[in-house]
């Protein structure tokens, strides 16, 4: 007998893969926010900071960029406990979401930093900027737009792998997924859903991320 493919149950688990895509988004959401953040202030560091503070920040970027994430969302949500750092398991995933997006990003930003003519800094010296104002209106905000499309891929790229979280309980579209077919048992069914509802949401956040592109660099967007 050949396999049969049964969906009926959607409408009985609607309510669930709803809730794991509102708590994917939440991740993604705050994971951008802070992650960026955080990755401008260390390309920051890297490229324009205080000697000292420069290995610190260069040991961080290679040690997330060269380890797994799901062994530091392990590190973050089993690790920090034993030092008396407590955290649900949706903190832990935003933290360590953060965490590794801020590494990544921090070398993209510092990319476009460096590719800054030294004549800008000059040039924003002569104007009377202050060495805060010459980094963010002519340093940081030329780079962003020039590094924007790669930014915009990293973001996505931590999105989708942000179903790792489910591995401790974070109830994410995958756990989602994986609640369901522990249910039914329609595991190829459940996973096909998911991975379908993954695609969509990557594309939709790549349409989200192409627009505040182009609501941050309207030059970009006439070019």
Request: aromatic letters at 14%.
């Amino acid at each position: 007998m050949g396999y049969h493919f049964e969906f009926g149950w959607i409408a009985e688990y609607w309510p669930v893969l709803l809730k794991g895509v509102g708590i994917t988004l939440q991740l993604i959401a705050i994971g951008a926010l802070f992650g960026v953040a955080l990755g401008g202030a260390c390309a920051w560091v890297r490229a324009l900071g205080p000697a000292w503070l420069r290995p610190v920040v260069a040991t961080y970027v290679e040690m997330i960029r060269n380890t797994p994430f799901l062994i530091q969302l392990f590190f973050v949500f089993f690790g920090l406990p034993s030092l008396g750092v407590q955290m649900s398991e949706l903190q832990a995933a935003n933290l360590a979401m953060i965490i590794n997006l801020g590494a990544y990003s921090c070398e993209i930003i510092r990319a476009g930093i460096q590719a800054t003519p030294k004549g800008q800094f000059e040039a924003g010296a002569s104007l009377g900027m202050s060495r805060f104002q010459t980094f963010w209106y002519v340093v940081l905000i030329p780079s962003l737009q020039r590094i924007w499309p790669a930014l915009s891929s990293q973001i996505v790229i931590v999105m989708l792998g942000s179903a790792a979280v489910s591995q401790i309980a974070a109830e994410d579209l995958t756990f989602a997924a994986n609640f369901i077919q522990s249910r039914n048992f329609r595991a190829f069914e459940a996973y096909a859903v998911s991975t379908a509802i993954y695609l969509l949401l990557a594309i939709l956040l790549r349409q989200v991320l192409r627009g505040v592109g182009f609501t941050l660099f309207p030059r970009r967007a006439a070019r």
